[in-house]
């Protein structure tokens, strides 16, 4: 055997309190080391009868107490005794381990480094994929599995996309039940205790909420249900199955014996904390109990209630004045992702009536005054009074839609409010669900096949299967009839003038088309639509566009006034001509002066022989990239006071307009939507540079040195507004003035 461990050693001067002394008797040294044992077992939280801890916790257990309890051998022995069984050979070669670590630790510890170097530099968003492939491309030959797992142990991970799945939800309105387990769940027959939760699962088609229900006695699963949403009925049926099975099994639960136990959720009546089952054949409540105590038959809950509809009805109004959804739904106060999923649900279009509600309906602000005065004890007449509405609907609404939960009335205005709502849907089935006629007419109207005119089917060009996206980009689409609603809807009067049940709006037509459940048609036919879009945009909004790299603060607005007097030079306008094969030229204008300077934009590496693909690389010579590489140099060679601001229309080509300033120093900004004439300097000498280079044409034939020939002829050639001076002798003035050199004019 080896040397023995520090914690074998033996002062033998008897001043080590935490071991056994040599003097001492074998006697004394046993009841120690027994004294200590039991001292050990109210010390660690994994001696209480759990799963063993990993072997790096032990030891780190035995490290603390060594000193104290006799050593290791006492402790190890204590630990086995409680299934948590760690020999002392285990002990000491883990300590070997962590003296002289191993070449796996040493090179986990250099690869953590650099996990942690390529995960801060990213924002702290990248997964273990995206970091297993920049270490990589760095250089570092690493496994994924080792990326994830050195990642587990630092404790980072990187962004996830969506909405993080919350389970329980708390009422804190409503009263919690005690908690009559305590923690005690071990049972001594079956039917004593049950355990219910839900949990989700993510699958293809969405989230799928599971509900269980456990007995605690045999751990089996006696009742569970699946379902879309996390309603009272996903509880509610999983307890009904596990009543059901045990009643089929003939161990029906007895009345006062069977003990439920949850969460603090709110997705059922029963569902807060811990209580006696009083629920079917244990139910101390009667058939029937919610239409005795409110005159309405049960209604499905939706767990918390959903958003207000006046709330709902603001947003399509915002949506109706041109509004984006994520601008809108900052409009009324809701989310952004809550206003992305109303636009998108309803294929753009309102589902719901906009117009403001008559006085005859309580709203929800006199609701909120009900629970008020219904809080501070008033009574119904009262409460009548200070609304200034009939005793009779205050009376009705405090019965109908008061809150149930535990078998009592209990008033709450959001609650009354989505009853309120609930009831007040009047669904009626559509006119094309009912009316086959009708239905196939339209769909034939719009899908139907292109025809010769002897009758003969041409089929057109090949397409690929509708995604349920926009019409796809400059490719093929579908040969078909494509008759607009509004053709459809009068000519209906034409076809079938005696007939008036083929009549239809085209306002129907399009809520069959775009709201998910409105009509018989398929979605894929909006396809056929000229537009071919997949969601409809309000009017309103077809007059803006949305472009990411246009912000408020590079917008026209913004430009300083001096630009429009155009008394200081240095401002200058900018565009591109655009030929044939995806061919440009840079124009760029000086508002004062009128001076050209033609920018040469060549093809990138690899144009016509790699493919192009999208949100590829712009390979034609006008993507952000190389715009900037040819307009930085053409910019820069300008003397300083002349590099005050540029001018653009809301083209992408100056997308990275940003970089460009902080490289040249001049402010970009960028013209209203569809407005031209902001720019009307350049737009004119565009007309007159079309002289050299006609539409039509391929304009990448052209080197540098030939454009700057054609710029040179503008800018001598003499101008009236110039008092017949030629651009470049107005530019050249302007430097005298200002004795700041004088130009090349070339």
Known sequence: MGPPGPDRQRDPAGDNDGGICAGQGAEEGSCRAQAGERNLEGRGEFLRGRARPATSALVAFIDEYRDRFGGVEPIC?????HDCSIAPSTYYAHKQRQASPSARQVRDEELKALIKE????????????????????QGHQVARCTVERLMRELGIAGAVRGKKVVTTVADPSAERAPDLIDRDFVADAPNRTWVADFTHVAAWAGTVYVAFVVDTFSRRIVGWSAATTKHTDLVLAALEMALWQRDRAGIPPQRGELTHHSDAGSQGGFNRSTQHLDYGGVMGRPAGWMKALTGRSPMKSPGAPALRREVEREFWREIAKGLLGEEAAAAVGVSQAAGARWFRQRGGMPSIDLAPLSGRYLSFQEREEIALFKAQGAGVREIARQLGR???????????????????????ASVAQWKADLLALRPKEAKLVTNQQLREYVQERLSGHVRRSDGTLVHGPETGQ???????????????????????SHRLKIDFAEDDSMRISHEAIYQ????????ALKRELVACLRTGRALRVPRARTGRKSWAHVTPDVMISERPAEVEDRAVPGHWEGDLIIG???????????????????VHLPREEGYGVIPRTKNGPALAGYGALSMNKALAPAITTLPEQLRRSLTWDRGKELSQHAELKLETGVAVYFADPHSPWQRGTNENTNGLLRQYFPKGTDLSRWSADELQAVAHALNSRPRKTLGWKTPAEALNEHLHSQEAGVATTG
Request: without cysteine; glycine residues 8%; aromatic residues 10%.
């Open 466 to 488: 509708w995604k349920g996206r926009n019409k796809p980009h400059r490719q093929d689409r579908k040969w078909a009839l494509a008759w607009s609603p509004e053709q459809i």
């Open 580 to 598: 044939l094969q995806r061919s440009a030229i840079g124009t760029l204008v000086e508002r004062t002066t009128r001076f050209t300077m033609l």
């Open 118 to 137: 390529v995960f801060e530099a990213n924002y702290r968003v990248y997964g273990a994929r995206k970091v297993w492939r920049d270490l990589n491309r």
């Open 512 to 519: 069959a088309l775009y709201i998910e459940g409105r009509g």
């Open 390 to 412: 009939a005793p009779s609907t205050i009376s009705r609404e405090l019965r109908r839609n008061a809150a149930t939960r535990g078998g009592k009335l209990d008033y709450r």
């Open 77 to 81: 022995r204590v630990l086995s005794e």
